[in-house]
């Protein structure tokens, strides 16, 4: 069963939505599928639904925080929605702040946030 | 045919029980801990004979070569009644010492019957008194973790309620979340308030939690890492964290004591941490006209 | 860290091999659906699974591949999970436990925060002996 079901194209964002039994494997082919993706069709913003993700370590961290680095440098904004305050204060506790990463409450304020921008 | 030293305890028991439950209630007496301004004294005297009534069946089944565990299925009575017994005397303000030697005080009417018993040889009572003891000893231990275990179980929903009372998230306006804090944050403290702080975010689907620290005493440098962390995790979640009440005082405090608040939002007053926020949810704040 | 005594000669719940990326997500909804029959709060499991997380992928990272054993202590009070690798193990178990603790940036391997997520925690290494973590979370 693959861990990433889906990468669709709203209003000039691609919206991705991470499975809960996504692998480290599959999240770093993930991070390349997307860097080209968004190369390729000059989006504005990338946007990472990670509300089915029960457990979110240090791993996943980096490479959500290397995304939002490799999209910022391809001129898109990277957003995270639906973070679970479990994982919130986890990911705290560990130290992870993500400060260089948008945060939103959902898709809805996401795509707000970027017609915004 | 020379009994065990079990059997003969079973058979005071057995002989004599009304006579042992009154005497363990007299001994309890004396020792103060029968405790008859909590506890009538049918109330007592029903707890002590479903007490000895389990005591005795567990020695009858659960005692094998004069070896035996409260652990074991035979005692399974006997920790059902302990558990419901404790139950009560800890709901009523029963002290686990107390507890314990309410169960302790068995042994002195025990010992006596020995003593008075037809046929028991001199030598041999040493191995009655000795079972004895071994049995009531697990018994009142065995008390004292149950009851010390309920006890724990009290505080804990009584500590929950107060924080909660203590810390209770408002909503403030449409998708704008307040938390007053209050008094001191210890990290224990500190962790649930923020577990029910994300977990409002969540609910309410709110864009701006205002964490205000007007009541809270001094800023030092850990209350200031559980205010930081409390505003990272918000932030994680999507929101956006504004920290008001921040005197001039603690604004110097927090400047000697080198805590960078870095990208969070901080205001002196309330009001004016509640005007930003309903300016970041869309709301313009007019007067009406006056006439 | 209660006593291992207490659950030394019982059989572990369950036992995972952890050979591919994908055993990591095995090990994670292993520990993470015993912690919910047992009733634990979401955010206690979160964050000691979290921590099994770490772990697991140290051992397959760093350590060439391992084995998770999950064993239930005796009273039933902690859950404790050991994880072993005959990887080239740790050179400085205390440096390892502090480095990487407030950044968690990656070149650590994690212990420190895996630590602070759960209750017990203990690791013992050596160059050349493989490495073995044992953690526990309180029931």
Known sequence: ?117 | MPQTATANILSILETDFSGVVEEWLGTQVKEGVKRSDLFSDSESRAQNQELLKAFVKGIRVGVVNEEFSLEDDAWEDLRAVLSDVSKERVGRGVTPTEMATFVLALKAPLFKRLEAMPGVEGGKLVREVLMVTRLVDAFAIYTNEIFIGERDQIIERQRQEMLELSTPVVELWDRVLTLPLIGTLDSVRAQEVMENLLQTILERQAEVVIMDITGVGTVDTQVAQHLLRAAAAVRLMGAECIISGISPMIAQTMVQLGIDVGTVSTRSSIRAALSDALQKVGYVIKTTEAS | MPDPEGTSGRAAIAEITLATSRDVVAARQAVARILKERGLSVMRITRFVTAVSEIARNAIVHGGGGQISIYLDTRKEYLRVECRDEGPGIEDVTLAMTEGYTTAGGLGRGLGGAKRLSHGFEVRSAPGKGTTVSMSVKL
């Open chain 1, 1 to 117: 069963m693959s861990g990433v079901t889906s990468i669709n194209l709203v209003e000039n964002a691609l919206l991705v939505s991470i499975q809960d039994d996504v692998t480290d494997t599959e999240i770093v082919a993930l991070q390349e599928t997307l860097s080209n993706r968004i190369a390729k069709e000059r989006v504005k913003g990338v946007i990472l639904d990670i509300s089915s993700l029960e457990i979110v370590d240090t791993f996943v961290g980096r490479v959500i925080a290397q995304l939002a680095g490799i999209s910022r440098l391809l001129a898109a904004e990277t957003y995270v929605v639906g973070m679970r305050p479990a994982v919130a204060v986890t990911l705290v506790e560990l130290g992870m702040y993500l400060p260089d990463i948008r945060t939103a409450l959902s898709l809805t304020h996401a795509l707000s946030q970027l017609r915004r921008a």
